[in-house]
């Protein structure tokens, strides 16, 4: 038996990429393999089963008689089957997951922290993230307007480390007391479990309306990032003020962000709400795509840091979870960056079992008084718990890839045989010792604390809508209307007027406009003078599209080659080489799923392109462009389709880029009838004409036009 200490040495040297997907390695069962002995299907107990599919039964072989209890492997099956469930979480039920690793550039951020996952450039940890919807159950759809949780482990050599945080800055409430309130508040109701994977109802907007210090966040979650594109193209925060504490004992407060490589996009919400009906797994399905087809999402890490010393040196507590540090005043210093390089093999053990806790944090990174991250820092632990009993942290997905030894054993499903008859401390063979600071134990910092005990909040903490004020002056104008749109959505969904009057009225002290806009759209109170007046500040990195990528990227994006019999193969072929360069999937959609034959190739001949769907068995709101090659059969066929002439006209409603050749051309004029659109008009001209969007050209060289759609998606 070594000491801790020892085990702690030992971490030093394992740590590997893979520290995390070795360690698994260990639990991974392969069910295509059979045993030595060449048992394929045997009992929970390990015993070779001949037959799965009949209940033992009292039968004279002409008909069948009662079956019998004292069938051991029936009562397995079915009894196994009856507890397959564990509860839900609570919050963020609906989850997706995936593996990967993570950098630091270098050790710039040892002026803040001694945490060598920060500060060792050396090292590669692994990390587990979990994507989530807050809302909704485990089964509900993935494009609802809400909340994204965006929850990373870090498998540090120094244990585990958590960041628990979501894909907006700030929260709904400062003080964790309030969290079962604001729960209960946007979950179904009690009395009819209505609604599912929405916050338009209405308790939540009735104890927002009652709550103001809700209203910043309310604005992010009515924003386009209540309905992002994908968890790969979202923002992520820790939310809570954290500190950071370096080699010579200083402390900072920090705010953790993770910065998306593809930029921050999202869907418009009649996308969104068709979506929700048509792949209700869409970003499920988007994650493992990406990952599957060798488009790994990355984030930047970035941290803001505030000196001890500056605490009180802002008009807002910077401990106040609804208040975001604006980066104009605490600029965001990126310093490492995380992959997401490998999916998942079985959803339940890995995506349903792990278990954050925002109480999970390394040496060198620790606490501050914000009072809502106090509170989680007890909830997390709690919950576990109930979902997954006492032993959860020795589950494989939870398991740290250092060494675990102390003196805590027992408990209901406990893994791990330890040998030894000591379990307590001190003891008279000075093993499970306590490693000292100076040996890498966890070491508080020493704060000094003195008040009155009472229940209440800072002066500061009081203060709710400058910030929200600021969010919304921010926003760009196509924004702000989706905004507008977005919260007259939720409040017509609210039939009691005291809810829908109550908000408009608390929207007055945000924006005039807004408060009119949307009074006037839900039949709301409509102000005539603003209630409070406006501040007029505002800052670029508050909408969405500060994050686009320098260069406009098409990476990762899916996009639908619309086609039918007599399509020009040429053109297909060069501008699905094109996207593929520029890492793009492309779908060909075509009249069948099997071969779509070009021009000048015999129908039926099986020399065809196979196309991937059927024009009835995806819709337009799946794919991100769209292209229409020429060919004139095959463009009459597009153009007496009604399903194909409302896939254009939609991706059209939706802002997304189509391109068309030749006849191709022809039909988005004439039978799709985009409005409002310049054509290239000339069959004859290579000229490409460019049109909110729609890109058209009269011939082209294969290839040429990919270069134009290449440029999709930058404002999506
Ligand atoms: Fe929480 C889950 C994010 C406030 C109590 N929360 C949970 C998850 C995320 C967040 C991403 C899902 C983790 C996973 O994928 O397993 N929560 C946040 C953020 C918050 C926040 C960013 C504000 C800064 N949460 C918050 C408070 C409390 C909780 C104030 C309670 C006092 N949250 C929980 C929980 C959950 C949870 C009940 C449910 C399942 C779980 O923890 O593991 O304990």
């Not at 820092?377 to 709690?382: P, W």
């Not at 908000?503 to 709301?524: C, E, R």
């Not at 985009?674 to 054509?679: A, F, M, T």
Request: charged fraction near 20%; glycine fraction near 8%.
């Amino acid at each position: 038996m070594s000491s801790v200490t020892g085990a702690v040495k030992q971490a030093f040297v394992s740590a590997t990429q893979s520290a995390k997907l070795a360690d698994l390695q260990r639990d991974i069962q392969d069910p295509t393999a059979t045993d030595s002995k060449g048992y394929t299907h045997t009992t929970d107990h390990g015993v070779p089963v001949s037959d799965t599919d009949n209940w033992l039964k009292v039968s004279d072989g002409t008909g069948t008689g009662p079956s019998l209890l004292e069938d051991q492997f029936g009562r397995e099956k079915i009894h196994r089957f009856d507890h397959e469930r564990i509860p839900e979480r609570v919050v963020h039920a609906r989850g997706a997951g995936a593996h990967g690793i993570f950098k630091v550039y270098d050790d710039r951020a040892s002026k803040y922290t001694y945490a060598p996952v920060l500060t060792d450039p050396s090292r590669t940890t692994s990390t587990f993230v979990r994507f989530s919807t807050v809302q909704g159950s485990r089964g509900s759809a993935d494009t609802v307007r809400d909340v994204r949780g965006f929850a990373v482990k870090f498998y540090t050599d120094e244990g585990n480390w958590d960041i628990v945080g979501n894909d907006i800055p700030v929260f709904f409430i400062q003080d964790a007391i309030k969290f079962p309130d604001i729960i209960h508040a946007v979950k179904p109701e009690p009395h009819n479990e209505v609604p599912q994977g929405q916050s338009a109802h209405n308790n939540f907007w009735d104890f927002v309306g009652l709550q103001p210090e809700s209203a910043h966040m309310v604005m992010w979650v009515m924003s386009d990032r209540g309905i992002p594109r994908s968890f790969r193209m979202m923002q992520g925060f820790g939310v809570n003020t954290y500190t950071l504490v370096n080699a010579k004992g200083e402390r900072h407060f920090v705010k953790f962000h993770w910065i998306p490589e593809l930029g921050v996009h999202s869907l418009m919400w009649d996308e969104a709400l068709k979506i929700n009906g048509q792949d209700p797994d869409f970003h499920r399905k988007d994650l493992q795509e990406a990952i599957e087809n060798g488009a790994p999402p990355k984030w930047q890490f970035a941290i803001q840091c505030i000196p001890e010393s500056k605490e009180h040196d802002f008009d807002f507590d910077i401990l106040d979870a609804t208040k975001l540090w604006p980066e104009e005043l605490v600029p965001l210093e990126v310093i490492g960056e995380m992959e997401l390089n490998r999916c998942v093999d079985e959803y339940f053990t890995e995506v349903e079992q792990v278990a954050f806790c925002t109480s999970h944090v390394v040496p060198g990174i620790g606490f501050s008084d914000d009072p809502l991250l106090q509170g989680r820092n007890f909830s997390y632990f709690d919950t576990q718990i109930t979902r997954l009993g006492v032993n959860w942290e020795e589950l494989p997905i939870n398991r740290p890839v250092c060494p675990v030894l102390n003196n805590q054993r027992d408990g209901a499903m406990r893994h791990k045989i330890t040998t030894g008859e000591i379990n307590y401390w001190p003891n008279r063979k000075n093993i499970t010792a306590p490693v000292k600071p100076e040996a890498g134990g966890y070491h508080e910092y020493a704060q000094k604390v003195a008040g009155i005990k009472q229940r209440v909040r800072g002066a500061k903490f009081q203060e709710h809508y400058n910030q929200a004020q600021l969010f919304y002056n921010s926003l760009r104008s196509y924004e702000r209307a989706h905004l507008i749109s977005a919260i007259s959505f939720e409040l017509s969904h609210c039939d009691e007027p005291i809810v829908y009057e109550s908000y408009t009225k608390l929207l007055n002290n945000i924006d005039f406009d807004l408060a009119k806009k949307v009074a006037i759209n839900v039949g709301g109170v409509v102000p005539e003078r603003p209630s409070r007046s406006n501040h007029g500040q505002s800052s670029p990195t508050l909408s969405q599209l500060y994050y686009a990528p320098k260069t406009p990227t098409i990476k990762s994006r899916r996009i639908a080659i619309v086609l039918a019999d007599g399509f020009n193969i040429a053109e297909v072929e060069g501008v699905r080489a094109a996207l593929k360069a520029g890492g793009a999937t492309t779908w060909i959609i075509g009249p069948r799923r099997g071969y779509v034959y070009p021009a000048g190739v015999e129908v039926g001949s099986g020399k065809g392109l196979f196309a991937d769907h059927h024009f009835e068995g995806q819709r337009s709101t799946l794919f991100d462009a769209f292209i229409v090659p020429s060919g004139a059969t095959h463009a009459q066929t597009l153009a007496g389709n009604g399903r194909t002439i409302h896939w254009m006209r939609e991706a059209f409603g939706h802002c997304k880029a189509i391109g068309a050749i030749g006849e191709g051309v022809v039909f988005l004029r004439e039978a799709a009838g985009l409005p409002g659109i310049e054509y290239a008009t000339n069959p004859n001209s290579d000229v490409v004409v460019s049109s909110y969007g729609v890109v058209t050209v009269g011939k082209v060289d294969a290839g040429t036009i990919a270069a134009d759609v290449l440029k999709i998606g930058q404002e999506k």
